[in-house]
């Protein structure tokens, strides 16, 4: 997209009176992030014009690897112009081992981009090779996202539920655990945080069998005996 035409974009949401936050949802600083010029950045930058409107950055870096010099460069870019960024994680089996996912978190607030969500992938057949059990990602919560700082752990886990929305895991108002399968799997019914203001169906769901994943953690070399404690999580 070129500059004018996302100008044009942004100061036609900029002009509808009752928007007080603009967010613009791009993996650009990660994959792409020499697209950040000082023009573009000087651009944007124009809309964000505190309190009365607010425009902010929401990205997706999955890895430590991929906070890169020039990631950081286009970051730092950003807040210079006081526009906030932020990170929304996706929880895969490439992310999952031990304490990668806190080294993602304490590199990105350095750098000046805050965690924000850390989603749990959707039970969608196309996806199952990335998908980890939700106790994994509550493992991780419990047990490596702990010992960091308050201000490097801002991220909730969740879990986006087709139809539904985000669904706060660590909620229990949220989901019930109905049944668990020889093999770890773990049966979820998940209800709409509106339920006590409209009428939605629940989401059942069959979780990766824990097993599973940790037969792939030793087809990988880890050692499985770290993640035993990951059969209490539901």
């Known amino acids: 997209m070129e500059d004018t035409v996302l100008v044009d974009l ?18 650009l600083p ?35 690897y ?13 807040r210079m112009k006081g526009l906030a960024v932020y990170n929304q994680q996706v929880f895969t089996m490439e992310n999952s081992r031990r304490f990668e996912t806190a080294a993602t978190r304490m590199l990105l607030k350095q750098i000046g981009v805050d965690p924000y969500y850390t989603f749990n992938t959707k039970g969608k057949e196309e996806t199952s090779w990335y998908r980890v059990p939700i106790a994994r990602i509550m493992q991780e919560r419990k047990e490596e996202a702990r010992l960091l700082p308050g201000l490097s ?24 655990l109905i049944m668990i399968s020889p093999k770890g799997e773990r049966i979820y019914e998940f209800y709409p945080w509106e339920k006590n203001i409209t009428t939605a169906p629940t989401y ?15 087809e990988r070399g880890e050692d499985v005996d770290e993640y035993r404690s990951i059969w209490y999580y539901f």
């Not at 991220?155 to 909620?171: M, S």
């Open 10 to 27: 942004l100061q036609s949401i900029s002009d509808i009176r009752h928007v007080s936050r603009i967010r613009i949802g791009t993996r």
């Open 66 to 78: 991929e906070i890169t010099p020039e990631a950081v460069r286009a970051v730092q870019g950003l």
């Open 204 to 218: 059942v769901y069959t979780d990766v069998p824990i097993l599973n994943y940790l037969e792939r953690l030793h």
């Open 30 to 64: 990660v994959v792409l992030p020499m697209r950040f010029t000082d023009d573009l950045v000087e651009t944007i930058g124009r809309f964000h014009r505190p309190p009365g409107q607010d425009l902010c950055l929401v990205t997706h870096f999955e890895h430590p």
């Open 153 to 176: 752990r801002t991220d909730e886990p969740v879990f986006n539920i087709p139809a539904l929305g985000k669904n706060h895991l660590r909620a229990w108002q949220n989901h019930d």
